[in-house]
């Protein structure tokens, strides 16, 4: 087992949240909470471009902190993207200004394929695992750190598309088009991804998150095929792994964003993940209802919400775990902050859901 001498974790409201056990007060952190909304964060941008960032260990780890220095949150999540591992597969990405992430030469049919290298991802992404390293003895035991990675269908789709889609259409052409050629490179995105956890874990976080941003696009029968059989394959993976490597397992959170609730019922029966993500359009109890008792739920403020008054925020949070409940139940927004969120309403949100 790798050792690091890391100091001892002072709040670990949120790994017991994760494992069902009891916990004093509700655990909250927020997607993207490393990011544009922050003052803090403008400044490092205005000097460094994107990608620097997340490939420089001190200035993740110094983005990564800055919303724990500013408030009382219960996570932190290492400041990274999910398209380093395109660029580790082989192909670039740029994050165009006011656009967002651009992929200028993406995979237009199975042919492509060959152009996708299979990375020694201890080597091509170790500056994730320096920054992780780094950052657990910064944080000095205040909160857990979580990992993370984008789930294999939604990388397929930005390498398809080349970028953000309304529709997907080019990436779920290849369901239909190209099945065994879908599964051949979902196979290979799953590859990279489970030792890319792997590595993580050994560097030092002790959560871990998959995000199927592009959930939405699949009905039950897709996502049971396309998503589904490797996010399980993803989890298994990673902990036998973890296990033959005589390191202990970390929770591990699904986030499945637009997801039918048949699909979250597909994800929460087979136990798989400790947490599931919710977003905002699911209604807590009836999502208490459909996945059991047995796995803790995330989530699930509209991020529009937090343009609301503090004291609307406030009694949102606080409904909020009235609906979902005080056991298994993390706080957390539908998706990711939105860049121009007052800093007040982040507070308010915190409050309402340490208040509850």
């Known amino acids: ?13 949120i790994l017991k949240a994760a494992r069902g056990e009891p916990v004093d007060r509700i655990p909250v952190w927020v997607m993207r909470q490393a990011g544009r909304y922050l003052p803090e964060f403008q400044e490092i941008r205005a000097q460094h471009d994107f990608f620097t960032v997340c490939q420089t260990p001190e200035l993740a780890c110094q983005v990564t902190l800055q919303p724990i220095e500013r408030f009382d949150l219960d996570a932190s999540i290492i400041f990274s993207d999910i398209l380093v591992i395109p660029q580790a597969m082989g192909l670039k990405v740029e994050m165009a200004p ?7 030469q993406p995979l237009v049919d199975p042919n492509d394929l060959s152009r996708l290298i299979q990375p020694n991802v201890n080597e091509a992404l170790k500056y994730v695992g320096d920054a992780i390293t780094l950052t657990r ?14 789930a294999p269908w939604t990388l397929m ?13 080019k990436a779920r052409s290849w369901l239909y088009k190209y099945p065994e ?10 590859d990279v991804i489970v030792d890319y956890l792997v590595m993580q874990v050994k560097a030092g976080a002790q959560l871990l998150q998959v995000f199927e941003s592009n959930g939405n696009y699949l009905d039950d029968a897709l996502f049971t095929n396309y998503s589904f059989k490797y996010l399980k394959q993803i989890s298994e993976r ?27 019922k597909i994800l929460a029966m087979d136990q798989s993940y400790e947490v599931i993500g919710l977003d905002w359009t699911v209604d807590p109890i ?24 503090q004291d609307e925020i406030i009694a949102r949070a606080q409904k909020m ?11 957390n927004l539908g998706h990711g902050i939105l860049p121009d969120t007052p800093i007040s309403s982040m507070e308010a949100f915190i409050k309402g859901m340490h208040s509850a």
Do not use: W
């Open 238 to 264: 990673v902990r036998k792994q973890l296990k033959e490597a005589n390191i202990p397992e970390v929770p591990m959170i699904a986030f499945p964003k637009g997801a039918t609730m048949n699909s979250l």
């Open 321 to 331: 775990v009235s609906n979902f409940g005080k056991t298994r139940y993390i706080g």
């Open 181 to 190: 050629d879908t599964h051949k490179l979902l196979q290979m995105i799953t």
């Open 157 to 169: 789709g930005y390498m398809i598309q080349g970028g953000g889609s309304s529709t997907m259409a």
């Open 1 to 13: 087992m790798i050792e690091h001498n890391f100091p001892s974790l002072k709040n670990d409201r």
């Open 137 to 150: 003895h910064k944080l000095n035991g205040r909160v857990p750190l979580i990992g993370f990675t984008g």
């Open 286 to 309: 009836e999502a208490r209802k459909q996945l059991g008792a047995n796995v803790t739920l995330q989530g699930n403020m509209d991020p529009c919400a937090m343009y609301s008054s």
């Open 98 to 104: 006011g656009v967002g992430p651009v992929l200028p």
